[in-house]
């Protein structure tokens, strides 16, 4: 499929967006964590998805994040972050979540993008998220692809564009073929302060995917669990 080119290239790239974050129950989260316990995964799911949140919610244009979970941990964390909680409706996984949060910004505020960005990104600058979108904004649809490549850690629609989240294993090819387009430096050396993504790409799902966070910088919650 051709790339999903937005024919209003004037588009300003300080459009506000919503960006939504799905978290699993921590008891179900980071199975792939091996060498923690299971309580120790639970800690570092919550950190991370703490960290997420707080990197969101400082980005210049994001107008609101909101929180997809029914962990009654990561809804209190998240509202005293300034995120709005969603319950998980539909509860059919990532992409269904993130289909929900964007509804609901739809109808309240339909001027608004639409993004949706996976909870494990302990190492997410709020700069990033900045740059990443005023990117997208030029676009209909667009994502990031994930550190290793194959996958996908954010995912952006325009106004009146369809939000049509392909997250999950090989969403990288996916997202494409739905012709949304890659930001990579191409677009990113389209907008001021064009750099290195690498927070905003380096999701973790196992131990080595951690210590490669931890060689970026860890948010303060990830970092207060992870050995010095």
């Not at 972050?81 to 289909?99: E, F, H, K, W, Y």
């Not at 302990?122 to 194959?150: K, M, Y």
Request: aromatic content about 4%; hydrophobic content about 50%.
């Amino acid at each position: 499929m051709a790339p999903d080119l937005d024919p209003e290239a004037a588009r300003p790239t300080m459009l506000a967006w919503s960006l939504v974050i799905p978290v699993k129950v921590l008891a179900q989260a980071k199975s792939r964590l091996t060498g923690l316990g299971g309580q120790r995964r639970a800690e570092f799911a919550l950190a991370m998805a703490a960290d997420t949140v707080a990197a969101a919610v400082r980005a210049d244009t994001v107008a609101a994040v909101l929180v997809v979970s029914d962990d009654p941990e990561v809804r209190a964390i998240a509202a005293d972050l300034g995120a709005i909680v969603l319950a998980d409706t539909p509860a059919g996984g990532l992409n269904q979540a993130m289909a929900h949060g964007a509804a609901y910004s739809l109808d309240r505020w339909p001027e608004r993008g639409r993004a949706g960005l996976a909870g494990d990104l302990p190492a997410l600058r709020s700069h990033e998220l900045t740059v990443a979108l005023a990117a997208a904004a030029r676009l209909r649809t667009a994502f990031v692809p994930d550190a290793d490549g194959t996958g996908t850690t954010l995912y952006t629609a325009a106004p009146g564009a369809q939000f049509r989240p392909q997250f999950g294993p090989a969403s990288r090819d996916r997202h494409l073929a739905t012709g949304a387009v890659e930001l990579g430096a191409v677009e990113l050396a389209a907008v001021e302060l064009g750099e290195g993504l690498a927070g905003l790409r380096r999701d973790v799902d196992t131990i080595n995917d951690l210590r490669a966070a931890a060689k970026i910088g860890l948010g303060e919650r990830s970092s207060a669990l992870w050995p010095t």
